[in-house]
């Protein structure tokens, strides 16, 4: 019913800059806070950063500093911009975004994955 679709991932060298992009679509009333997360081999799902309807942000202590979450309301899109990239930044990355339903019930969706490989 809703989707979200996922660009940007690539390999970079460390000390190198991405941009991810994630935009919604599909059926829904409104959409409540976005995020990222990021999963590497054999360890568990965590958050990168999030960002509320109203621009609030939080991230994960191993990325604040070189992170930036944002939003454009207007096309349903959010963004991770990072910059000077690590080895251990490489993961696979996903978009998270929590939704109000048309008869205003909240529900999630995950998106596909792109993979951020950073090299040393």
């Known amino acids: 019913q809703v989707q979200l679709v996922e660009s940007g991932g690539d390999l970079v060298q460390a000390g190198g800059s991405l941009r991810l992009s994630c935009a919604a679509s599909g059926r829904y009333f409104r959409i409540n806070a976005m995020g990222w997360y990021r999963q590497a081999p054999g360890k568990q799902r965590e958050l990168v950063a999030g960002i509320t309807s109203g621009g609030s942000t939080n991230y994960g202590d191993s990325v604040k500093g070189r992170f930036t979450i944002s939003r454009d309301n207007a096309k349903n899109a959010v963004y991770l911009q990072m910059n000077s990239l690590k080895p251990e930044d490489t993961a696979v990355y996903y978009c998270?975004?929590?939704?109000?339903?048309?008869?205003?019930?909240?529900?999630?969706?995950w998106g596909q994955g792109t993979l951020v490989t950073v090299s040393s």
């Open positions: 998270n975004a929590e939704f109000i339903n048309t008869v205003l019930r909240r529900f999630d969706a």
